[in-house]
């Protein structure tokens, strides 16, 4: 079965810590997979995807993802956090329906930077 | 560039009563379009989605139905709504035009509150 797991619900952090947010899958065939944030009452804003090519993909707002092939892991990572990046992260993965595709989602990481 | 709309932004709905959720997308023609329902502000479930007019694939068994009587309009519905059906409703779209690795743009969401 295709799928997205985020094993953690909350990640905390501290203003000007790196910050990690974990995202393995399992998908057959060659793995899609995008971050995607969501702040309160609003819809998801698209971050960054990796499609194929480096292993280290960069994104909006200083965010940026390591796809681990071996590890089928696809964290999410930002150098230093800033207290507005708190919000709702998803990691997801393409996978195949029908004769088309579908976006499979992670049960979402709350993020919270506190100062 | 691409723009999707979505309204209302927030619906209370007696039980029973009947419920349309719309959905249109700008900037684009022949796009995949996707119905998404949020539980509990955590993880996303999809519902419907659809590749073309009038064609609608359903997810998982509900009280709920999709149309899409034109190429960039979607519409969710019910007949008649269950306390169960509350939650915040996304619409979503990505390229239909064979390059279905592309990411997916989202509606701001609907809050659904059935009293």
């Known amino acids: 079965a295709q799928s997205v797991a985020q094993p953690e619900d909350q990640v905390n952090v501290a203003e000007g810590n790196p910050l990690t947010v974990k995202c393995t899958y399992s998908v057959s065939g060659n793995p899609y997979l995008f971050w995607y944030v969501q702040y309160p009452n609003r819809g998801l804003q698209f971050l960054l995807k990796y499609i194929t090519g480096d292993n280290l993909v960069k994104g909006s707002y200083g965010f940026e993802a390591e796809f681990n092939k071996s590890q089928t892991s696809f964290h999410l990572k930002k150098p230093s956090a800033l207290v507005s990046d708190s919000a709702l992260y998803f990691c997801?993965?393409?996978?195949?329906?029908?004769?088309?595709?579908?976006?499979?989602f992670g049960s979402g990481t709350r993020l919270l930077v506190r100062p | 560039s691409q723009t999707i709309h979505q309204w209302p932004a927030t619906l209370v709905q007696p039980v029973g009563s009947p419920l349309s959720l719309e959905c249109t997308v700008e900037g684009t023609s022949n796009p995949n379009l996707y119905w998404y329902r949020q539980a509990a502000g955590r993880g996303l479930q999809l519902l419907f989605y659809s590749v073309g007019i009038g064609q609608i694939s359903s997810e998982v068994p509900q009280n709920l139905s999709a149309s899409r009587p034109q190429d960039r309009q979607f519409i969710l519905s019910s007949k008649k709504l269950l306390l169960s059906d509350s939650g915040f409703y996304l619409c979503a779209w990505n390229s239909g035009q064979g390059v279905v690795n592309t990411e997916a743009f989202f509606g701001q969401g609907t809050r659904l509150t059935v009293v």
């Open positions: 997801a993965v393409r996978a195949r329906m029908d004769s088309s595709y579908k976006l499979i």
